[in-house]
């Protein structure tokens, strides 16, 4: 019997493909820094920012002494707020929660960035566990993530559903013997979604 639902973040909760994506979007625009400059200085940090090696205080000077150009943290900051939310998604996920069923946010990513989200968003009442790359170590290519969230809802894989906007990130937990969904981040289609959950005997 289905339990949990478990949700990527970036391109399932949100409008964005990527947290990258959000964070070089806002920044670019709200300092008119070529976008193509900044990202690429950006994303040379970006596998130790998700895995926890580093922290976005560690390399900032860094990147803004790459781009010749001291940028304030806050704005950095003030990114992550900025994220684009799928009103839609959220909103079926606090449908399913009402439902009794278990829900978890499950997300390569940065801790300060999803910390300061789940605040300004207040998903803390949304989801019953947050479980995020850089707190793990290790991403949803590995099963550690995976089998941190079960423990903090108290579940087995057979009892999940993960849904997810990569389909390399289905693979583990597939194997695990949890239910998986593919959801296109581009088609933003969370009919489809509800349809398929349908199919699984949820909602």
């Given amino acids: 019997?289905?339990?949990?639902?478990?949700?990527?973040?970036?391109?399932?909760?949100t409008l964005d493909a990527t947290g990258s994506q959000t964070i070089c979007n806002y920044i670019c625009k709200e300092t008119g820094i070529d976008k193509q400059l900044f990202t690429k200085e950006y994303k040379k940090y970006n596998t130790d920012l998700l895995y926890g090696k580093l922290?976005?205080?560690?390399?900032?000077?860094?990147?803004?002494?790459?781009?010749?150009?001291d940028i304030s943290i806050e704005v950095l900051r003030a990114s992550f707020i900025n994220?684009?939310?799928?009103?839609?998604?959220?909103?079926?996920?606090?449908?399913?929660k009402s439902r009794a069923y278990k829900?978890?946010?499950v997300t390569d990513n940065k801790k300060d960035r999803i910390d300061k989200?789940?605040?300004?968003?207040?998903?803390?009442?949304?989801?019953?566990?947050?479980?995020?790359?850089?707190?793990?170590?290790?991403?949803?290519d590995k099963e550690a993530i995976f089998i941190k969230t079960m423990e903090r809802l108290?579940?087995?894989?057979?009892?999940?559903?993960?849904?997810?906007?990569?389909?390399?990130?289905?693979?583990?937990?597939?194997q695990m013997g949890m239910e998986v969904i593919f959801y296109d981040h581009e088609e933003k289609d969370v009919g489809k979604l509800i349809n398929q959950l349908m199919a699984l005997g949820i909602y």
């Fill in 1 to 13: 019997m289905l339990k949990a639902i478990l949700f990527d973040f970036d391109g399932v909760l």
């Fill in 55 to 69: 922290k976005h205080e560690d390399i900032w000077g860094e990147v803004c002494a790459a781009i010749n150009t």
């Fill in 83 to 96: 994220t684009p939310i799928n009103e839609d998604m959220l909103n079926l996920i606090k449908e399913l």
């Fill in 103 to 105: 829900t978890a946010m």
């Fill in 117 to 140: 989200v789940v605040e300004y968003y207040n998903l803390d009442t949304v989801f019953d566990a947050v479980t995020v790359s850089a707190e793990v170590g290790s991403g949803k």
């Fill in 154 to 174: 108290n579940v087995s894989a057979n009892e999940c559903v993960f849904i997810d906007n990569q389909k390399g990130n289905l693979i583990v937990p597939k």
